[in-house]
């Protein structure tokens, strides 16, 4: 049961995730201070704004599918005696921390163009 829980929840978020990233990659969000990669060089300039978050809407969706993916991938884990449920937990956790500390960094990395 605990196991089509965290499955169904890794699939919600990689939804969310892309969810969220559409508008951002089509540039439908404007300059605010609540929905976006939201820093000062970014809020100062709307060119810059649209421009970064374009480029950190696209990797969010692909962390969006790579959560998704990975989460039908690793599901057979979670039969493994002593890995089980945990196991699955732990594998989708490390790989949707990383992923969204690279493109923090990875679109840091690409402000400084700005």
């Known amino acids: 049961m605990m196991v089509i ?20 990659v089509q540039g439908r969000v404007k300059p605010n201070p609540w929905y976006g990669f939201r820093v000062r060089k970014t809020l100062e300039n709307p060119d810059t704004w649209y421009a ?4 950190f809407g696209r990797r969010f969706a692909v962390v969006g599918l790579l959560v998704a993916v990975s989460g039908v991938m690793l599901l057979p ?7 089980g449920a ?29």
Do not use: C, Q
């Not at 929840?9 to 990233?21: D, E, H, K, P, V």
């Not at 884990?77 to 890995?83: K, T």
């Open 5 to 24: 829980v965290l499955f169904t929840t890794y699939l919600l978020i990689s939804g969310l995730f892309i969810g969220l990233a559409v508008p951002l």
């Open 77 to 83: 884990l979670a039969l493994i005696p002593h890995v």
């Open 52 to 55: 970064v978050n374009a480029y």
């Open 86 to 114: 945990i196991g699955y937990m732990m594998a989708e956790h490390t790989l949707l921390i990383f992923s969204l500390i690279w493109i923090t960094v990875d679109t840091f990395r690409y402000l400084r163009k700005y």
